[in-house]
T-cell receptor, first 115, second 115 residues
């Protein structure tokens, strides 16, 4: 059964600092997704990582995928308050009976960026 | 609005009552998913439709839960005889079949509170 683990679960950082969130998963997958969730809101797609070695950047966020290590990272550069949110990684379960490719999510990393 | 739409946004109900939620996916998406999210957790998969066919259900989905997607368009999720443990955010997502590189797009969710 596919399991997805994120760490840290809580991250408090000062504006201007850098940090990395880690996402490990337990079974082979060729894709990984990062989502952002603001309090009381739904999930916003941030990155779609489709292959080993994939790297994508958007503003102060950069995501990478290593399928051999079953590891993805979300790197935050020079954090600003607007990045405060919960970040989820999600991995599709590829061999399900109904072919759903349902997403298995990590528990999320709650990021707070302090002025 | 071309995104995934869910109604109602909030529902408060008394224990033992039945509730029904609606999801309107992105019009050209034939894959539809329901997830449940409790406080501090990532979303958990409930069920999956491809067009009108319900192809996959999670073991989390008890007999009190039923979902439909008539004509492969909108979907409904009904919970009968609600219990306090059903309190959660219910998220609907849709995705286009046949394109490996697309992510699931989530609706705003329906927050259910059972009192």
């Amino acid at each position: 059964e596919l399991k997805v683990e994120q760490n840290p679960l809580f991250l408090s950082m000062q504006e201007g600092k850098n940090y990395t969130i880690y996402c490990n998963y337990s079974t082979t997958s060729d894709r990984l997704y990062w989502y952002r969730q603001d309090p009381g809101k739904s999930l916003e797609s941030l990155f779609v990582l489709l292959s080993n070695g994939a790297v994508k950047q958007e503003g102060r966020l950069m995501a990478s995928l290593d399928t051999k290590a079953r590891l993805s990272t979300l790197h935050i550069t020079a954090a600003v308050h607007d990045l405060s949110a919960t970040y989820f990684c999600a991995v599709p379960a590829l061999r399900t009976q109904g072919g759903s490719e349902k997403l298995v999510f990590g528990k999320g990393t709650k990021l707070t960026v302090n002025p | 609005d071309t995104g995934v739409s869910q109604n109602p946004r909030h529902k408060i109900t008394k224990r033992g009552q039945n509730v029904t939620f609606r999801c309107d996916p992105i019009s050209e998406h034939n894959r539809l998913y329901w997830y449940r999210q409790t406080l501090g957790q990532g979303p958990e998969f409930l069920t999956y439709f491809q067009n009108e066919a319900q192809l996959e259900k999670s073991r989390l989905l008890s007999d009190r839960f039923s979902a439909e997607r008539p004509k492969g368009s909108f979907s409904t999720l009904e919970i009968q005889r609600t219990e306090q443990g059903d309190s959660a955010m219910y998220l609907c997502a849709s995705r286009m079949k046949g394109q490996m590189n697309t992510e699931a797009f989530f609706g705003q969710g329906t927050r259910l509170t059972v009192v």
